[in-house]
């Protein structure tokens, strides 16, 4: 079963047909929120508002691991991320979807491993490509079946927040290497490596970052708020068509 994580402006998935809620616990305590199941584009998902339903958890609040944990106990097989970022440089402007297929992590202080060492033994994972392959591929076509542009590539740095960044911030992570910035990438998605459970993201931008472009200055919050609402709907539209597809490809 696919679980489709809503970031910022998806916590709620309106196109989805709820036929149950489910309030999940885990060794790590309770998810950001109950399991929504129900169907999209006629196939079964499963479906987590990362923030919670009322969008009450900052970033570096949210239970990650009871987050993963639970999805994996209730059936899910693999997980597309939604989440909202800044576009540190061209092409990577307000209204593009992008898929990212590498990652920098700056967050801190996070509980970031099952692996913590409590059972008496230490476990690595490979985490050089930190997105599951054949998932990008599927949202891909996914987008093309959809005629939604889809950004392919492009490193996404992960920063801790809640607040967002300096510009010198951002210097230091084109320096680095980002190409978009977000606070909840990890540790998500080692978390789901972890697991096995194959995991990629869509990433909508929804503001150039500090100090770049239209935020040489400031960042127009409320201008990025109201261009997260308009655009989701073609991230869903893209959710819509690779859910059809991993149905028919599996």
């Known amino acids: 079963m696919l679980a489709i994580i809503g970031g910022s402006s998806l916590n ?28 999209l584009n006629r196939h079964e998902v499963m479906f987590l508002a990362r923030h919670g339903d009322a969008h009450h958890l900052p970033p570096h609040q949210i239970n990650y691991r009871a987050n993963i944990r639970a999805l994996r106990d209730h059936g899910a097989t693999r997980i597309i991320a939604v989440a909202t970022v800044g576009g540190i440089a061209p092409p ?23 692996f913590d060492g409590a059972d008496g033994t230490v476990k690595h994972i490979d985490f050089t490509q930190p997105y599951d392959e054949d998932l990008r591929v599927r949202l891909i076509d996914a987008a093309r079946h959809a005629d939604e542009p889809l950004m392919v ?9 809640p607040r967002l960044e300096t510009a010198a911030e951002i210097k230091r992570l084109a320096r680095d290497g980002a190409h978009m910035v977000g606070m909840t990438g990890m540790p998500e998605a080692a978390l789901a490596r972890e697991l096995n459970l194959p995991y990629a993201a869509l990433a909508l ?13 400031a960042i127009d919050l409320a201008a990025a708020e109201n261009l997260a609402h308009t655009a989701m709907a073609g991230v869903i539209r893209i959710l819509e068509a690779v859910v059809a597809l991993i149905h028919d490809g599996d």
């Open 12 to 39: 709620r998935l309106s196109a989805l047909t709820a036929t149950r809620r489910v309030t999940a616990s885990t060794p790590y305590g309770a998810p950001s929120g109950a399991l929504v199941l129900g169907r």
């Open 92 to 114: 990577f402007t307000p209204g593009v979807v992008a898929l990212p297929d590498q990652m920098l992590d700056y967050t801190w202080g996070r509980a970031a491993t099952f």
């Open 153 to 161: 590539g492009g490193t996404y740095a992960a920063t801790q927040g």
């Open 205 to 217: 931008v929804v503001n150039a970052a500090a100090g770049t472009g239209a935020s040489a200055q």
